[in-house]
């Protein structure tokens, strides 16, 4: 009697912890809600440090956009900013690379791959007080 | 409780899966849950939310994308209007001191340029105002008219009544729905001749300006009026203006407008008029162009 009774006991748990294990890793993970920008899934990553490039494009303040990615945790942001923008390259993402390449040339990252994609130097036009 | 013949106990059985499940959630909830490195946008903190808001406004100062701005704001899933959740990070930003550096105001402006035309408003609007755009005229040469010789006589004989017949008036082209225009010039320019207005032209895509194209203006949140270009034939029948009122900002709009509609300020500026130098309203080029298909 006892010993059936632990045996399903033993059984039944067993069951459980491999249902617990499967519900608690994979159907209901533990969701974190104050999450700092490294924790971001690599693709938002991604997307912020183009938006950071971008940013750098409206500021052109480079001290401004590096701080802006320190909070990405990356242990050599140069290199990721170089990374990034020679992947872009790669992927064709046409619209992300000019900026890009301008933030890795800002940073001192411009390599070759890079150097056709820099944007031209528009001459400034010559300020009048009055036409 | 006894199950019939297996030998188990279901009692047993279940109170043993009961605690099972409550054991294997506990360990991976509590003592080893997934390691967070997949994180979207709405999981962030509060300091993080914020440095991803001012990322999206500074992208916008640069690329004027609307669209893109509201979608990336709205992997957020903020619990209010967007525009709103912007102006109350440019609020916090002013409340917490961040307006100490060049940086820091041109972040604020950037989140400001984002949130105001949408309607939002917050604790940091106009504490820093955009400065009125430098004046940068390219000089357009005017068309020099050049000297031709008088044509010869003719020596066929002109018959000595002829029927004059103009030209039939053909109807002015005025878009068809779904053309798509671009904007292809925005320029300020201060002349104490021209005091704040908006000089709308729209042009085919051979350059030809169109006549009869409705251009709108809204300000205000609220407020638009409506004009048509070609009622001033002396000026082109591309041509069509607006008298802005000073301090306003404006957005200029027609219809099958794919880029960002222009934004225009009312601003200050100072020109010079008989040798002195007087404070007009700031005015504005801006053209529109049908693309190339």
Known sequence: MTKRYVGSLLVGVLIGVVVGVFLGWEQYPVEYTNSPLSALAPYYQDEYTLMVAEGYQYDQDINAALERLQPLGKPNVFDYIQDLTERYISQSNVPAIPVMVALSEAVGRLTPIMEIYRMTPVPSPTPMVSQ | ?293
Not at chain 2, 65 to 93: G, H, S
Not at chain 2, 208 to 225: H, Q
Request: one cysteine or more; charged letters at 15%; a negative charge.
């Open chain 2, 1 to 293: 409780m006894r199950a019939g013949g297996g030998g188990l106990s279901w009692f047993a059985l279940i109170l043993g899966v009961a605690i099972g499940i409550g054991a294997g959630l506990f360990y991976t909830w509590e003592i080893d849950p997934i390691i967070e490195h997949n994180t979207a946008p709405w999981q962030l903190g509060k300091a993080a939310r914020e440095d991803y808001v001012v990322a999206v406004a500074l992208s916008y100062a640069h690329n004027r994308d609307l669209t893109l701005a509201f979608n990336r704001l709205l992997a957020l899933k903020p619990e209010q209007n967007v525009w709103q959740l912007v102006a109350d990070v440019a609020c916090e930003r002013v409340k917490t001191g961040k307006t100490v550096s060049n940086s820091d105001i041109r972040v604020i402006r950037a989140l400001e340029q984002l949130y105001r035309p949408q309607g939002a408003s917050g604790c940091a609007d106009g504490l820093y105002p955009t400065p009125a755009p430098l004046v940068f005229v390219t000089p357009i040469p005017s068309p020099t008219a050049t000297p031709t010789l008088p044509p010869p006589p003719t020596k066929t004989p002109t018959p000595s009544s002829v029927a004059i017949v103009s030209p039939p008036v053909l109807p002015t082209p005025t878009p068809a729905v779904g053309e798509r225009f671009i904007v292809t010039r925005t320029q300020s320019f201060c002349d104490p001749n021209v005091d704040g207005v908006i000089e709308v032209r729209v042009y085919d895509e051979a350059g030809e300006g169109i006549p009869g194209v409705p251009v709108t203006v809204l300000w205000s949140g609220s407020e638009t009026e409506r004009f048509y270009t070609g009622l001033q034939p002396e000026r082109g029948l591309e041509y069509a203006d607006f008298q802005m009122t000073p301090g306003r900002t404006y957005t200029v709009t027609i219809p099958g407008l794919v880029s960002a509609p222009p934004q225009v300020e009312a601003a200050p500026c100072r020109a010079e008029l008989d040798g002195e130098m007087v404070t007009v309203t700031t005015s504005y080029w801006v053209n529109f162009q049908q693309r190339a298909r």
